[in-house]
Every structure is written in C-alpha cells, then in structure tokens.
Nanobody
Framework: QVQLVESGGGLVQAGDSLRLSCAAS????????MGWFRQAPGKEREFVGC???????YYADSVKDRFTISRDNAKSTVYLQMNSLKPEDTAVYYCAADRFIGYKTSDYEYWGQGTQVTVSS
C-alpha cells in the first residue's frame, strides 16, 4: 500500500509563488512516476505534470515555463514549484503515483487527498 500526503497549499496573490510537497510512504516509490493533477470547482481533474523515476519531466501547456516538478528519492518526496501564479490556477492539487508515465487520471493507481491552492487577483 502507498500513502501520499500533499502539503504546502494556501492563499496567495496573482504573481506569487508556492511550493507543494508530496510525501510518500509505504511501498518504495523510487522507480515510480509521480504526477500532479488539479481540480477546480465544477471542472474535471486535469493533468499538471509528472516526473519519471529518472527525473524526466512533462508538463501541461497551461503551466509550462511556470511550474517545475522535482523529486528527492531519499526523502520519498516530490515537489511542485509554482511561479507566476494566476487566478485560473486556483484548484485542489493532487499528487499521484504509478509505475509508468501517464497523463490521465486513470493512468495512476495511488492518490493523495489533495491540497487547496487559491490565487486571488
């Protein structure tokens, strides 16, 4: 079993930065792909980005050049650095884990509970 716990969400102003963390426990995730998704009110959960076990990253066009995903396997933690935040980035952010790289929610088996990010204009 794998447990994922996100932290670092909060209320910020447009243009600010925020870093989310996702701490993993249980089965080792050293060789897992870690993904970040978000869900705004009334919308479907959408792909933000992911990082492979060897460090290659993939991003949605909407966050490319503003968001950066990194991982510290020694700490079993994945990070989502969000810069130049916009009101449209407001959502609950979820981390997820699975063996392979994927861009859909159905590609991931394990999920955290989510952390709220609110960006005011």
């Amino acid at each position: 079993q794998v447990q994922l716990v996100e932290s670092g969400g909060g209320l910020v102003q447009a243009g600010d930065s925020l870093r989310l963390s996702c701490a993993a426990s249980g089965r080792t995730l050293t060789t897992a792909t870690m993904g970040w998704f978000r869900q705004a009110p009334g919308k479907e959960r959408e792909f933000v980005g992911c990082i492979s076990w060897y460090g290659r990253t993939y991003y949605a066009d909407s966050v490319k050049d503003r968001f950066t995903i990194s991982r510290d396997n020694a700490k079993s933690t994945v990070y989502l650095q969000m810069n130049s935040l916009k009101p449209e980035d407001t959502a609950v952010y979820y981390c997820a884990a699975d063996r392979f790289i994927g861009y859909k929610t159905s590609d991931y088996e394990y999920w955290g509970q989510g952390t709220q990010v609110t960006v005011s204009s």
